[in-house]
């Protein structure tokens, strides 16, 4: 019969369904232990960063504004004291700070100033300068919704890279060094 | 007894009402204000604890962003304006219903597609087992 012919063929159909749907399950296992659900990529890059004006954490009556610092690129690195991750982040920011060859700019975020103060009194302050938050209002602009977060402002104020999390030497050589390499190679 | 029992069940329905408005205490115009404040917040995510709505979440961020989103209310904002508002913040990512976009066709038709196909299958198999009798004996015997 030429039946028999075909039949063959038509016996591995089940096994290549299913094959296929073990395929679809360890894709979908592989890439839930690889990416954080978490780590949302933010909408706001290569953006313009948000108008901003907060008070200096040391002189609360003088405020930093967006285009106080526009000019030359900057970091912005999200802190607060009841942050623990900001804790873990912190010998990071310090051994960092003056390799990064930019600004870096700490963002309290809803926290009281003297907490900060405290704070950075007891861990060293890793900032060349700190900006208070206290509603977190203008953090909702940035995008900002759990601490620690980092972001790369160009010269013009554009957003060019943000990482949620702490910074770790792996991140920074991996991902936030070629980006301030890659402006500074624009900027020349 | 008949009236102790409608006392009961009267506390019993003020002390649930009072637990559906316990989140936190904005002072909406009306009824219909709240309604329409509770539907757009159950539809949202909160982003830090990602399993919860803006609406039922405790969290910190939730509380901000509702009053946040009552504010704009209060200006008259549609509720596309405030989506808006906050996906240009927040990514899509914050709608629980996830819009038609190039990321999102395997989502809005991949189950769809996989349906018909299966129903393709099924209509095939049992096209070919009810033609001539004597096949479908043979089918039946070879294939299961």
């Known amino acids: 019969m030429n039946e028999v012919a075909r039949k063959p063929i038509g016996r591995f159909v089940p096994l290549i369904v299913f094959a296929a749907l073990v395929a679809f399950f360890v894709i979908g296992l592989v890439w839930n232990q690889t990416h954080d659900a978490r780590f949302v990529p933010s909408p706001l890059i290569d953006k313009p960063a948000p108008e901003f004006r907060l008070p200096r954490l040391e002189q609360p009556t003088q405020f930093v504004t967006k285009a106080d610092l526009l000019g030359k690129p900057y970091l912005i690195n999200v802190f607060a004291s009841w942050c623990f991750a900001c804790g873990d982040e912190h010998p990071t920011l310090m051994a960092y700070r003056d390799k990064f060859g930019l600004p870096l700019i700490g963002y309290d975020y809803k926290d009281a100033p003297q907490d900060a103060r405290a704070w950075l009194d007891r861990h060293g302050n890793p900032y060349h300068e700190v900006i208070t938050d206290q509603s977190g209002d203008t953090a909702i602009n940035f995008g900002v919704y759990g601490a620690p977060e980092t972001y790369l402002i160009d010269a013009e104020g554009v957003i060019r890279y943000k990482h949620i999390g702490p910074l770790t030497p792996d991140v920074i050589a991996k991902e936030l060094e070629p980006k301030i390499r890659a402006l500074e190679q624009a900027g020349t | ?144």
């Open chain 2, 1 to 144: 007894m008949k009236r102790l029992l409608i006392v009961i069940l009267v506390a019993f329905a003020l002390a649930l009402s009072a637990a559906a408005f316990a989140i936190d205490p904005l002072p909406f115009k009306d009824n219909a204000q709240r309604d329409r404040f509770q539907h757009l917040t159950r539809e949202l995510r909160c982003m830090v604890c990602q399993d919860e709505s803006l609406l039922a979440s405790n969290a910190d961020f939730a509380k901000q962003l509702r009053r946040q989103i009552f504010d704009m209310m209060q200006q008259g904002k549609s509720d596309k304006e405030i989506k808006d508002w906050l996906v240009a913040r927040y990514s899509t990512f914050i709608l629980y219903d996830p819009p038609l976009a190039p990321s999102t066709i395997a989502l809005w038709f991949g189950t769809p597609v996989i349906l018909l196909a299966g129903g393709i299958v099924v209509v095939v198999l049992l096209r070919r087992r009810t033609r001539p009798a004597r096949t479908l004996a043979e089918d039946l015997g070879d294939d299961w």
